[in-house]
């Protein structure tokens, strides 16, 4: 049978589109739900298929829709409030666990039990046509208790499942606060109005409540709870969704909600005017038959009877008397029309009213298909405006909300993402002056505080990183000085302990030497022979003699050599060193009778080694004294003597000395030029200078190359000063490290070859002597001059 569509029909198809969108969409997004809200699919697919169920019960007539209303619309109703109950347990949040778990277990037993009493109740029921529902229902009046329990079962579930949800729901709206207690607030709303039609529900079962208000609430709650639970879910902050698609529902809401209002308000119209219609028909017919006239002309009615005479006055379907006597079963009504089904089939459901013509009784009846049909072409052309009205809001979408507010909006996400990704000199486009506008007006502003401020702060931490990093190189030259310190310090106590330890073997050989000198002043005869004075003569007079030239003392020395021979000396070579190393080159004919006679031989070796022994015994006292005092300038070297201490000396006698003293020692292949212009005086002390001329002269020994070595050192006196150069030809001093040559502890010298002092002492001995020190260096040259203030100035 093609459909015929109730009055109603347009609130269900339009459900079905609103729920069935809704569905689809937050399917496409499930992933991105939370897991709270993935609760709201299924009630969501549930009030799909109860409108669905309502769509196919209002816009068929047939007896099979009883089905569809007991086993499709019924069960849903059931999960839809279950699911919804459970749903509100998590909404915003689970505040109740253990309640939510028990409830749960509850309604799913209880909803089971009245879809089963629900299933079974149906088959001891009869179905047909219910004159206020407009559709075909099982029968709901029984005295059966399996009837009754069947009839009240589904409204009885959903009442005690929803009373427990909104008891929920209340608990958590006197808990939240702000946003949180305003959509629960929405939702509760909500479920009171669904609990209001399940009540609703009841009392039509029970027949305290007629079906056509039953149906008008339930038409008209529907739609508003459907409104509130979509506005209240794009509320939701954890909807993942876009301002389009926002805009888009609350558009297609509204205007379902407006269609719906305007539908009631068609409808109400529309069965007035077809009361109206048939309130003419009938008073047109009784008109006719007052005036005499038998068959009187009709438009809608099929049926014209005389009750009282039991004939038809009209008769378009071929009814027989027989079927009279169930028209006298209808209950009479004079007033209105009423619907009554005469038979099982469509065909047989009549718009019926009674009147009273020439003191008959009359009953015309109309028939419903024609009613529906004509409701049909009224809800075809509202439903094709709403798909209409969708279509246009579709189209005109990019017109009216994409260029005036989502592109705008997309402009100024895109910014901010911008900005975000650190990009401070992003604009966005104003393309309206409304608050859309003054938003990127304002976005404009703030990137360009934020840019200036930035461009502030990165000047601020680059003056403060540096000046940072300033600190920091002055902390850590302090922290070298104060390890240059603590080495110092531990340098002083180390030279405290190990001058301790040399100066007692120093003391040992001081008394040693004198222990020789001792034993040799005893050994000395107090009469002496000829002998012993001439040899005592000879060695005298060389003391003062000066030195041959180099070229001829080779020579010299083999005459010498040949002498010793020729007088039978046993070691004649050695006897000849030992003299040339005291200047002793020839034998004057004078001293020759000392090599004549055995006596003589022996008294000159003899003498010669007292003289050699006393020559080292001095070389060897003076280095004592020198070591000891070295040990005492290492010790205090930081000590500037007080000035009473100090005393006139010479320079030339100091560095002559230092000369002398490491004369064996130095190196063989180098030489050295020792130059003097005057004999400069000053007041100082001779000790730590003599420490001064060591390390400079040791220092320029060992730059020196090992082939060709040469060392310069000039001595001269200007008019306020002494100055004293000592030059190498060396390999100089690296540029990089000659500002740090005078640093303590600073040298290029292998672990354990030098301690990196020596330099340092010295500036400090000159500083102590009120003079200075300069070095000048480069490949082949290496010049350190040093000023002294003159005693007389």
Known sequence: MAPLLNLYSFFYFGLCLVSGIAFVYFMSRKEDLTPTFRGLLIPLICLFFWSVAWSICNSFVAPWTAYVFVFLKNPVILILGVASSHLAFGFQENSFPRWKQWSLRVHITLAVLAIFANG?????????????????????????LIVQLSILSIAGTMFLVLGNTIVVLFAKYLKFQGLQKRNTGGFLLAILGILSLALADILVDLNYFSKPTFLFLLTNLTIIIMTILILVSLNQETIPSTVGFKIMTFNLTILYLILSIVANFLFNRFRVDFQNEMSREKHSIKTQLELGSTYPFVYLSELVIDIQNQNFRINKVNFTKENIKEFKKVSSSFESFQLHSLTNEPSGIYWTSDFYAKNHHFLVAIPYIEYR??????VVWLIVTLLFSLFTIFM??????????????????????????GDLFVTVKVSSRDEIGELSNSFNEMISIVRDA???????????????????????????????????????????SVAHEINNPLAAIKGSIQFIKDGQANVVSS????????????????KTQKRSEVTSRFKRKKELIAYFKSKSIPDPISLADTCFDFKIETIPEEYQKLFDTEEGRNTFQSKLNEFVIGFHLGIIETAVERASKIVFALKHHSYAGPKESQK???????????????????????EIDWKISGDPVILGHADELVQVWTNLIYNAIQACPKEGGKIQIFLKEEETEAIVSIEDNGKGIPEEILPRIFEPFFTTKELGMGTGLGLSIVQKIIQNHNGNIQVESRPGKTLFTIRIPLAKS
Do not use: C
């Open 396 to 421: 005109l979408y990019p017109v009216l909300h994409k260029t005036s507010i989502v592109y705008p909006l997309t402009r100024l996400l895109a910014g901010i993402r911008k900005m975000h990704s």
């Open 454 to 496: 930035r461009l502030q702060l990165e000047q601020k931490i680059k003056e403060r990183t540096e000046s940072l990093n300033q600190t920091i190189l002055e902390l850590r030259e302090t922290q070298e000085q104060l390890l240059h310190a603590e080495r110092m310090s531990t340098l002083g106590k180390i030279a405290a």
């Open 120 to 144: 079974t109740g149906f088959f001891f029921r009869e179905v047909h046509f219910d004159p206020k529902m407009e559709f075909y229902v099982p029968d709901q009046q029984s005295t059966s």
């Open 373 to 378: 049909n004509k409701v049909h072409q009224t």
């Open 527 to 542: 009469e002496k022979t000829e002998l012993v004075l001439l040899a005592e003569q000879f060695l005298e007079e060389f």
């Open 648 to 670: 006139l000396l010479s320079l030339k006698e100091g560095i002559d000395s230092v000369l002398s003293m490491y004369s064996t020692s130095w190196k063989q292949s180098i």
